[in-house]
């Protein structure tokens, strides 16, 4: 099973790499389209393109069974990024699973994790935060951070 979503992110052509390019001080648009290839042996895949270009983001090597439960622009850097609940016993989504942000750019950056199973996703301040329980978290810097309600 394949699920799909999509992100808006600053990248150059789908040629040689997914790096941004700027012509005449102006940066190119492409779409980043996640997706996620399920149990490909046995673990999930989470696949990013960019263009007609496919980049493993997270490979089956990492053993992990993975669920997308939701893509906005979290850090408001204009790109969209993608919450990724990685399912520890891969037996169906508990309040000891982990999650954490991939970054809707060029760089594919892995956020730290933090532990919550059904994430809710709320406006705070001004921005998008997941709440998981009673903690909520921001996406920071590249990383998920705790703040108080």
């Known amino acids: ?8 992110a600053i ?26 290839v399920e149990g490909a042996r046995f673990f999930d895949i989470l696949v990013g393109r960019i263009g007609r270009r ?5 490979g089956e090597g990492t053993d992990m069974c993975l669920e997308l439960p939701d893509q906005r622009d979290y850090d408001e850097d204009g790109a969209r990024d993608v919450l990724v609940l990685h399912d520890i016993g891969c037996d169906g989504v508990s309040a000891n699973d982990a999650l954490f942000f991939v970054s809707g750019n060029k760089t594919f950056r892995r956020s ?21 329980g009673s903690t909520r978290y921001l996406l920071r810097d590249g990383r998920a951070v705790r703040v108080e309600p």
């Open 11 to 36: 990248a150059g052509s789908a040629a040689a790499t997914p790096a941004p390019r700027v012509i005449h001080g102006a940066a190119l648009q492409a779409t980043i389209t996640y997706h996620l």
């Open 1 to 8: 099973m394949v699920s799909w979503c999509a992100v808006t």
């Open 112 to 132: 730290n994790r933090f532990v919550g199973g059904r994430p809710r996703i709320e406006r705070w301040e001004g921005r998008w935060s997941v709440v998981t």
């Open 54 to 58: 496919d980049y493993v983001v997270i």
